[in-house]
Protein backbone atom coordinates (compact mmCIF):
# COMPACT_ATOMS: atom_id res chain seq x y z
CA UNK A 1 0.00 0.00 0.00
CA UNK A 2 1.06 3.84 -1.21
CA UNK A 3 1.74 6.53 1.11
CA UNK A 4 -0.85 8.07 -0.86
CA UNK A 5 -3.29 4.76 -0.62
CA UNK A 6 -2.66 4.83 2.60
CA UNK A 7 -3.80 8.45 3.27
CA UNK A 8 -6.50 8.26 0.97
CA UNK A 9 -8.47 5.00 3.33
CA UNK A 10 -7.51 7.11 6.04
CA UNK A 11 -9.64 9.78 4.73
CA UNK A 12 -12.06 7.26 3.47
CA UNK A 13 -13.31 5.19 6.37
CA UNK A 14 -12.46 8.59 8.64
CA UNK A 15 -15.92 9.69 7.30
CA UNK A 16 -19.04 8.36 8.56
CA UNK A 17 -17.71 7.36 11.88
CA UNK A 18 -20.33 9.23 13.89
CA UNK A 19 -24.01 8.19 14.06
CA UNK A 20 -26.86 10.68 14.09
CA UNK A 21 -28.14 8.62 17.40
CA UNK A 22 -25.21 8.99 19.14
CA UNK A 23 -25.02 12.80 18.97
CA UNK A 24 -28.80 12.76 19.72
CA UNK A 25 -28.40 10.47 23.05
CA UNK A 26 -25.37 13.17 23.73
CA UNK A 27 -27.98 16.44 23.21
CA UNK A 28 -30.92 14.89 25.33
CA UNK A 29 -28.26 14.56 28.30
CA UNK A 30 -27.32 18.20 27.63
CA UNK A 31 -30.64 19.42 27.79
CA UNK A 32 -31.52 17.25 30.79
CA UNK A 33 -28.58 18.79 32.47
CA UNK A 34 -29.34 22.36 31.26
CA UNK A 35 -32.59 22.44 32.50
CA UNK A 36 -31.63 21.06 35.54
CA UNK A 37 -29.47 23.49 36.32
CA UNK A 38 -31.74 26.13 35.46
CA UNK A 39 -34.47 25.12 37.50
CA UNK A 40 -32.49 24.69 40.32
CA UNK A 41 -30.15 28.13 40.34
CA UNK A 42 -33.94 30.15 39.30
CA UNK A 43 -36.45 27.65 41.68
CA UNK A 44 -34.01 26.31 44.58
CA UNK A 45 -31.12 29.37 45.42
CA UNK A 46 -33.51 32.03 43.95
CA UNK A 47 -30.87 33.46 41.12
CA UNK A 48 -31.86 36.49 38.77
CA UNK A 49 -31.20 36.29 35.06
CA UNK A 50 -33.85 35.75 32.39
CA UNK A 51 -34.61 32.29 32.94
CA UNK A 52 -37.90 32.38 30.47
CA UNK A 53 -35.39 32.74 27.37
CA UNK A 54 -32.81 30.38 28.79
CA UNK A 55 -35.36 27.91 28.68
CA UNK A 56 -36.37 29.45 25.23
CA UNK A 57 -32.71 28.46 24.05
CA UNK A 58 -33.03 24.69 25.72
CA UNK A 59 -36.04 24.28 23.65
CA UNK A 60 -34.59 25.31 20.58
CA UNK A 61 -32.52 21.87 21.36
CA UNK A 62 -35.25 19.93 22.35
CA UNK A 63 -37.31 20.74 18.95
CA UNK A 64 -33.60 20.16 16.84
CA UNK A 65 -33.82 16.85 18.67
CA UNK A 66 -37.36 16.14 17.21
CA UNK A 67 -36.53 17.63 14.07
CA UNK A 68 -33.94 15.55 13.21
CA UNK A 69 -35.62 12.18 14.78
CA UNK A 70 -38.68 12.89 12.21
CA UNK A 71 -36.43 13.87 9.36
CA UNK A 72 -33.81 12.00 9.55
CA UNK A 73 -33.20 7.80 10.05
CA UNK A 74 -31.59 7.91 14.13
CA UNK A 75 -29.37 4.88 12.84
CA UNK A 76 -27.83 6.86 9.85
CA UNK A 77 -24.10 7.79 9.80
CA UNK A 78 -23.88 11.58 9.24
CA UNK A 79 -21.49 12.90 6.71
CA UNK A 80 -18.45 15.36 8.01
CA UNK A 81 -20.56 18.29 6.97
CA UNK A 82 -23.91 17.18 8.78
CA UNK A 83 -21.52 16.05 12.11
CA UNK A 84 -19.88 19.62 11.79
CA UNK A 85 -23.18 21.62 11.45
CA UNK A 86 -24.57 19.13 14.16
CA UNK A 87 -22.06 20.08 17.01
CA UNK A 88 -22.17 23.91 15.70
CA UNK A 89 -25.09 23.88 16.82
CA UNK A 90 -24.77 22.77 19.92
CA UNK A 91 -21.40 25.36 20.69
CA UNK A 92 -23.93 27.82 19.78
CA UNK A 93 -26.59 26.96 21.84
CA UNK A 94 -24.24 26.53 25.00
CA UNK A 95 -23.01 29.93 24.21
CA UNK A 96 -25.89 31.86 23.86
CA UNK A 97 -27.12 30.13 27.18
CA UNK A 98 -24.19 31.24 29.01
CA UNK A 99 -24.40 34.48 27.97
CA UNK A 100 -27.96 34.48 29.56
CA UNK A 101 -26.74 33.29 32.56
CA UNK A 102 -23.25 35.24 33.47
CA UNK A 103 -20.86 34.48 30.70
CA UNK A 104 -17.40 32.58 32.78
CA UNK A 105 -18.84 33.08 36.10
CA UNK A 106 -21.05 30.67 34.99
CA UNK A 107 -19.04 27.42 36.61
CA UNK A 108 -20.57 25.18 33.64
CA UNK A 109 -18.88 27.13 30.93
CA UNK A 110 -16.80 24.37 30.76
CA UNK A 111 -18.69 22.11 29.06
CA UNK A 112 -18.18 24.00 25.91
CA UNK A 113 -15.33 21.42 25.66
CA UNK A 114 -17.61 18.94 25.09
CA UNK A 115 -18.43 19.30 21.13
CA UNK A 116 -15.12 20.07 20.18
CA UNK A 117 -13.40 16.47 22.21
CA UNK A 118 -16.26 15.32 19.97
CA UNK A 119 -15.28 17.06 17.25
CA UNK A 120 -11.49 15.85 17.59
CA UNK A 121 -12.42 12.26 18.50
CA UNK A 122 -14.45 11.30 14.98
CA UNK A 123 -13.86 14.07 12.74
CA UNK A 124 -11.15 15.32 10.64
CA UNK A 125 -8.37 18.16 11.96
CA UNK A 126 -9.49 20.76 9.44
CA UNK A 127 -13.22 20.25 11.03
CA UNK A 128 -12.41 20.19 14.80
CA UNK A 129 -9.71 23.48 14.13
CA UNK A 130 -12.59 25.31 12.88
CA UNK A 131 -15.39 24.49 15.77
CA UNK A 132 -12.58 25.06 17.88
CA UNK A 133 -12.39 28.66 16.76
CA UNK A 134 -15.57 28.77 16.78
CA UNK A 135 -15.84 28.00 20.46
CA UNK A 136 -12.83 30.06 21.21
CA UNK A 137 -14.89 33.28 20.19
CA UNK A 138 -17.91 32.66 22.06
CA UNK A 139 -15.89 32.02 25.33
CA UNK A 140 -14.28 35.36 24.71
CA UNK A 141 -17.27 36.99 24.02
CA UNK A 142 -18.64 35.90 26.96
CA UNK A 143 -15.75 37.31 28.45
CA UNK A 144 -16.42 40.30 27.51
CA UNK A 145 -20.23 40.61 27.27
CA UNK A 146 -22.98 38.67 28.96
CA UNK A 147 -25.39 39.13 31.11
CA UNK A 148 -24.90 39.35 34.29
CA UNK A 149 -26.27 36.80 37.21
CA UNK A 150 -27.86 37.78 40.09
CA UNK A 151 -27.88 36.51 43.77
CA UNK A 152 -31.51 37.01 45.40
CA UNK A 153 -30.23 40.42 47.16
CA UNK A 154 -29.97 41.56 43.67
CA UNK A 155 -26.20 41.66 43.79
CA UNK A 156 -24.64 40.14 40.58
CA UNK A 157 -22.48 37.26 41.00
CA UNK A 158 -19.00 38.50 39.52
CA UNK A 159 -15.91 36.46 39.85
CA UNK A 160 -12.79 38.78 40.63
CA UNK A 161 -10.75 39.56 37.41
CA UNK A 162 -7.90 37.74 38.03
CA UNK A 163 -10.16 34.32 38.73
CA UNK A 164 -12.22 35.26 35.33
CA UNK A 165 -9.19 35.68 33.41
CA UNK A 166 -7.88 32.55 35.08
CA UNK A 167 -10.84 30.56 34.27
CA UNK A 168 -10.94 31.91 30.30
CA UNK A 169 -7.37 31.01 29.89
CA UNK A 170 -8.12 27.57 31.29
CA UNK A 171 -10.91 26.96 29.11
CA UNK A 172 -8.86 28.10 25.66
CA UNK A 173 -6.21 25.86 27.07
CA UNK A 174 -8.10 23.06 27.82
CA UNK A 175 -10.08 23.49 24.18
CA UNK A 176 -6.86 23.71 21.98
CA UNK A 177 -5.03 20.62 24.27
CA UNK A 178 -8.11 18.41 24.60
CA UNK A 179 -8.83 18.75 20.92
CA UNK A 180 -5.33 18.38 19.50
CA UNK A 181 -4.66 15.41 22.06
CA UNK A 182 -7.99 13.46 21.16
CA UNK A 183 -7.58 13.99 17.87
CA UNK A 184 -4.22 12.75 17.64
CA UNK A 185 -4.82 9.52 20.05
CA UNK A 186 -7.93 8.82 18.05
CA UNK A 187 -6.11 8.80 14.20
CA UNK A 188 -2.84 6.57 16.47
CA UNK A 189 -6.03 4.38 16.79
CA UNK A 190 -7.75 3.90 14.25
CA UNK A 191 -4.10 3.88 12.15
CA UNK A 192 -3.41 0.62 14.56
CA UNK A 193 -6.75 -0.68 14.24
CA UNK A 194 -6.68 -0.49 9.77
CA UNK A 195 -2.66 -1.48 10.17
CA UNK A 196 -3.68 -4.61 12.17
CA UNK A 197 -6.31 -5.65 9.52
CA UNK A 198 -4.36 -5.19 7.23
CA UNK A 199 -1.28 -7.37 8.90
CA UNK A 200 -4.15 -10.03 9.71
CA UNK A 201 -5.45 -10.17 5.60
CA UNK A 202 -1.74 -10.33 4.85
CA UNK A 203 -1.10 -13.52 7.19
CA UNK A 204 -4.11 -14.78 5.51
CA UNK A 205 -3.13 -14.83 2.31
CA UNK A 206 0.35 -16.58 2.96
CA UNK A 207 -1.19 -19.32 4.81
CA UNK A 208 -3.68 -19.29 1.67
CA UNK A 209 -0.86 -20.00 -0.38
CA UNK A 210 0.93 -22.43 2.14
CA UNK A 211 -2.34 -24.45 1.81
CA UNK A 212 -2.93 -23.96 -1.89
CA UNK A 213 0.68 -25.26 -2.21
CA UNK A 214 -0.05 -28.57 -0.50
CA UNK A 215 -2.80 -28.74 -2.94
CA UNK A 216 -0.87 -28.34 -5.71
CA UNK A 217 1.52 -30.98 -4.18
CA UNK A 218 -1.05 -33.62 -4.12
CA UNK A 219 -2.25 -32.59 -7.55
CA UNK A 220 1.21 -33.11 -8.86
CA UNK A 221 1.31 -36.78 -7.19
CA UNK A 222 -2.13 -37.81 -7.94
CA UNK A 223 -1.38 -37.05 -11.90
CA UNK A 224 2.03 -38.07 -12.01
CA UNK A 225 1.00 -41.97 -12.53
CA UNK A 226 -1.61 -41.03 -15.74
CA UNK A 227 0.87 -38.58 -17.04
CA UNK A 228 3.33 -41.83 -17.38
CA UNK A 229 0.85 -44.13 -18.86
CA UNK A 230 -0.12 -41.53 -21.39
CA UNK A 231 3.86 -41.49 -22.09
CA UNK A 232 3.97 -45.03 -22.03
CA UNK A 233 1.34 -45.58 -24.43
CA UNK A 234 2.31 -42.72 -26.81
CA UNK A 235 5.74 -44.50 -26.76
CA UNK A 236 3.94 -47.68 -28.10
CA UNK A 237 2.17 -45.93 -30.75
CA UNK A 238 4.58 -43.98 -32.18
CA UNK A 239 6.92 -47.28 -32.74
CA UNK A 240 3.74 -48.96 -34.23
CA UNK A 241 3.00 -46.13 -36.24
CA UNK A 242 6.35 -45.92 -37.67
CA UNK A 243 4.93 -46.50 -41.38
CA UNK A 244 2.38 -44.35 -41.00
CA UNK A 245 4.02 -40.98 -40.43
CA UNK A 246 0.56 -38.94 -40.22
CA UNK A 247 -0.20 -40.65 -37.40
CA UNK A 248 3.11 -41.31 -35.84
CA UNK A 249 3.24 -37.20 -35.91
CA UNK A 250 -0.05 -37.34 -34.23
CA UNK A 251 1.70 -39.60 -31.77
CA UNK A 252 4.43 -37.94 -30.73
CA UNK A 253 2.74 -34.81 -30.06
CA UNK A 254 0.96 -36.60 -27.65
CA UNK A 255 4.62 -37.89 -25.83
CA UNK A 256 5.31 -34.29 -26.20
CA UNK A 257 2.81 -33.01 -24.24
CA UNK A 258 2.52 -35.32 -21.56
CA UNK A 259 6.56 -34.49 -20.95
CA UNK A 260 5.29 -30.77 -20.87
CA UNK A 261 2.74 -31.35 -18.50
CA UNK A 262 5.01 -34.08 -16.32
CA UNK A 263 7.52 -30.56 -16.03
CA UNK A 264 5.03 -28.16 -15.12
CA UNK A 265 3.64 -30.58 -12.59
CA UNK A 266 7.02 -31.35 -11.31
CA UNK A 267 7.93 -27.46 -10.53
CA UNK A 268 4.29 -26.86 -9.38
CA UNK A 269 5.07 -30.15 -7.49
CA UNK A 270 8.29 -28.99 -5.65
CA UNK A 271 6.79 -25.80 -4.81
CA UNK A 272 3.53 -27.02 -2.99
CA UNK A 273 5.69 -29.84 -1.09
CA UNK A 274 8.55 -26.78 0.29
CA UNK A 275 5.75 -24.95 1.43
CA UNK A 276 2.93 -27.15 3.04
CA UNK A 277 4.59 -30.77 2.93
CA UNK A 278 8.05 -29.74 4.34
CA UNK A 279 6.99 -27.85 7.47
CA UNK A 280 10.79 -28.04 8.56
CA UNK A 281 13.86 -26.59 6.43
CA UNK A 282 17.85 -25.38 7.46
CA UNK A 283 17.62 -21.60 8.27
CA UNK A 284 19.71 -20.55 5.31
CA UNK A 285 16.63 -22.28 3.07
CA UNK A 286 14.46 -20.46 4.59
CA UNK A 287 16.34 -17.02 4.00
CA UNK A 288 17.23 -17.77 0.61
CA UNK A 289 13.78 -18.12 -0.19
CA UNK A 290 12.14 -15.04 1.34
CA UNK A 291 15.08 -12.97 -0.86
CA UNK A 292 13.88 -14.69 -3.83
CA UNK A 293 11.18 -12.16 -5.23
CA UNK A 294 13.70 -9.21 -4.90
CA UNK A 295 17.31 -11.00 -5.99
CA UNK A 296 16.43 -10.09 -9.58
CA UNK A 297 15.94 -6.69 -9.26
CA UNK A 298 19.02 -4.94 -10.26
CA UNK A 299 21.01 -5.20 -6.68
CA UNK A 300 22.95 -7.60 -5.52
CA UNK A 301 21.82 -9.92 -2.43
CA UNK A 302 24.84 -10.95 -0.76
CA UNK A 303 24.38 -13.75 1.84
CA UNK A 304 26.96 -14.09 4.66
CA UNK A 305 26.07 -17.53 6.23
CA UNK A 306 28.09 -19.96 8.76
CA UNK A 307 27.00 -23.54 6.88
CA UNK A 308 27.12 -25.01 10.52
CA UNK A 309 24.66 -21.92 11.96
CA UNK A 310 22.08 -22.11 9.04
CA UNK A 311 22.14 -25.36 8.67
CA UNK A 312 19.87 -25.85 11.31
CA UNK A 313 16.58 -26.91 11.19
CA UNK A 314 13.47 -24.05 11.87
CA UNK A 315 9.96 -23.91 10.97
CA UNK A 316 8.61 -22.50 8.04
CA UNK A 317 5.84 -20.38 9.30
CA UNK A 318 4.36 -18.25 6.62
CA UNK A 319 4.43 -14.85 9.04
CA UNK A 320 8.36 -15.36 9.28
CA UNK A 321 9.01 -15.27 5.74
CA UNK A 322 6.79 -13.12 4.82
CA UNK A 323 7.96 -10.47 7.40
CA UNK A 324 11.19 -10.97 6.48
CA UNK A 325 10.56 -10.61 2.60
CA UNK A 326 9.12 -6.97 3.35
CA UNK A 327 12.08 -6.24 5.04
CA UNK A 328 14.39 -7.62 2.63
CA UNK A 329 12.38 -5.99 -0.09
CA UNK A 330 12.69 -2.70 2.13
CA UNK A 331 16.30 -2.92 2.19
CA UNK A 332 16.22 -3.63 -1.90
CA UNK A 333 14.41 -0.40 -2.68
CA UNK A 334 16.66 1.94 -0.79
CA UNK A 335 20.38 0.15 -1.41
CA UNK A 336 22.89 1.74 -4.01
CA UNK A 337 24.47 -1.72 -4.95
CA UNK A 338 23.92 -4.60 -2.59
CA UNK A 339 22.16 -6.07 -0.07
CA UNK A 340 23.47 -8.23 2.93
CA UNK A 341 21.69 -10.97 4.54
CA UNK A 342 23.62 -12.81 7.26
CA UNK A 343 22.66 -15.35 9.50
CA UNK A 344 24.07 -17.15 13.35
CA UNK A 345 23.22 -19.07 16.19
CA UNK A 346 24.28 -19.60 19.50
CA UNK A 347 23.02 -22.17 22.64
CA UNK A 348 20.16 -19.84 22.99
CA UNK A 349 19.48 -17.31 19.84
CA UNK A 350 19.30 -17.17 16.57
CA UNK A 351 20.34 -13.76 14.79
CA UNK A 352 19.56 -12.35 11.53
CA UNK A 353 20.73 -9.04 10.28
CA UNK A 354 19.70 -7.58 6.72
CA UNK A 355 21.90 -4.76 5.76
CA UNK A 356 22.11 -2.52 2.56
CA UNK A 357 24.06 0.55 1.66
CA UNK A 358 21.76 2.96 0.81
CA UNK A 359 21.34 6.47 3.15
CA UNK A 360 20.01 4.76 6.00
CA UNK A 361 17.11 5.63 8.66
CA UNK A 362 17.11 9.21 8.98
CA UNK A 363 17.30 10.15 12.42
CA UNK A 364 13.60 11.56 12.62
CA UNK A 365 12.28 8.05 11.09
CA UNK A 366 14.67 5.72 13.07
CA UNK A 367 12.59 6.31 16.57
CA UNK A 368 9.30 5.99 14.97
CA UNK A 369 10.35 3.03 12.63
CA UNK A 370 7.39 0.46 12.51
CA UNK A 371 4.24 2.80 12.94
CA UNK A 372 1.74 2.50 10.75
CA UNK A 373 1.55 5.03 7.84
CA UNK A 374 4.50 6.30 8.39
CA UNK A 375 5.96 8.48 5.50
CA UNK A 376 9.25 7.79 3.31
CA UNK A 377 12.64 6.55 5.45
CA UNK A 378 14.79 9.67 4.16
CA UNK A 379 16.53 10.97 1.56
CA UNK A 380 16.01 8.60 -0.88
CA UNK A 381 12.82 9.77 -1.73
CA UNK A 382 13.50 12.77 -3.32
CA UNK A 383 15.63 11.29 -5.61
CA UNK A 384 13.18 8.10 -5.94
CA UNK A 385 10.26 9.80 -7.08
CA UNK A 386 8.67 6.50 -7.50
CA UNK A 387 8.93 4.92 -4.28
CA UNK A 388 5.86 3.56 -2.82
CA UNK A 389 6.22 4.13 1.18
CA UNK A 390 7.03 1.69 3.33
CA UNK A 391 5.26 2.63 6.84
CA UNK A 392 2.36 -0.04 6.06
CA UNK A 393 4.74 -2.97 4.86
CA UNK A 394 7.46 -2.49 7.71
CA UNK A 395 4.54 -2.14 10.47
CA UNK A 396 3.48 -5.87 8.98
CA UNK A 397 6.75 -7.09 8.92
CA UNK A 398 7.07 -6.06 12.65
CA UNK A 399 4.12 -6.95 13.78
CA UNK A 400 4.37 -10.66 12.31
CA UNK A 401 7.95 -10.97 13.45
CA UNK A 402 7.63 -9.85 16.52
CA UNK A 403 4.06 -12.48 16.69
CA UNK A 404 7.10 -15.39 15.63
CA UNK A 405 8.90 -14.50 19.31
CA UNK A 406 11.20 -11.90 17.23
CA UNK A 407 13.09 -9.27 18.76
CA UNK A 408 13.80 -6.53 16.01
CA UNK A 409 16.33 -3.34 16.22
CA UNK A 410 16.73 -0.94 13.50
CA UNK A 411 19.33 0.82 13.30
CA UNK A 412 22.28 2.95 10.71
CA UNK A 413 25.30 0.71 10.49
CA UNK A 414 28.28 2.12 11.07
CA UNK A 415 29.91 1.76 7.87
CA UNK A 416 26.70 3.27 6.39
CA UNK A 417 23.61 2.23 5.35
CA UNK A 418 20.10 0.80 7.29
CA UNK A 419 20.53 -2.23 9.42
CA UNK A 420 17.58 -4.66 10.93
CA UNK A 421 19.04 -6.96 13.41
CA UNK A 422 16.36 -9.88 14.10
CA UNK A 423 17.16 -12.39 17.05
CA UNK A 424 14.84 -15.25 17.64
CA UNK A 425 14.90 -17.51 21.01
CA UNK A 426 16.34 -20.60 19.21
CA UNK A 427 13.56 -22.42 20.60
CA UNK A 428 10.86 -20.43 19.16
CA UNK A 429 12.15 -20.98 15.60
CA UNK A 430 13.88 -23.72 15.62
CA UNK A 431 12.21 -27.16 15.06
CA UNK A 432 11.63 -29.29 18.11
CA UNK A 433 13.99 -32.40 18.50
CA UNK A 434 11.43 -34.13 19.06
CA UNK A 435 9.91 -33.84 15.69
CA UNK A 436 13.09 -35.49 14.12
CA UNK A 437 13.34 -39.11 12.92
CA UNK A 438 15.34 -41.25 15.23
CA UNK A 439 18.66 -42.71 13.98
CA UNK A 440 18.95 -46.32 12.93
CA UNK A 441 19.19 -49.38 15.76
CA UNK A 442 21.37 -52.04 15.03
CA UNK A 443 19.21 -55.35 15.35
CA UNK A 444 20.41 -57.96 17.92
CA UNK A 445 20.56 -61.59 16.42
Known amino acids: MTTEEAGLFRRRTRSGWVRLRTLILLRWLAIAGQTAAIAVADLWFGMQFNAALAYLVVAA ?30 IVQLGFLLHLTGG ?4 FA ?14 HLRTTVSLGLVALA ?9 QPMRLPTGEPLELPPLFELGHWLAIVIGIVFLGLYTHRVASEI ?25 VVAAAAHELGTPLATIKLVS ?29 IMRSMGRAGKADSHLRRAPLETLLREAAEPHAGRGKHVVFT ?7 ISV ?45 GFSPQVLARIGDPFMRARGPADAQRAGYEGMGLGLFIAKTLLERSGARIEFANAAEGGAQVTLSWPRDRLETARGGELAPNQALEA
Do not use: W, Y
Not at 320 to 332: D, E, S, Y
Open 138 to 146: LVTLNALFH
Open 61 to 90: SVLANVVAVLTVPVGRRLTEFEAMLTLLFD
Open 315 to 359: QRRPEVIHGLRNLIQNAVDFACDAVEIAAKADAETITVQIRDDGP
Open 305 to 311: LDPQDTS
Open 190 to 214: HAMSQALLATQMALAREQKLTDLGG
Open 110 to 123: MLILAPVTISATAL
Open 235 to 263: NELADELAERPELRADAELIREQADRCRD
Open 104 to 107: LNNP
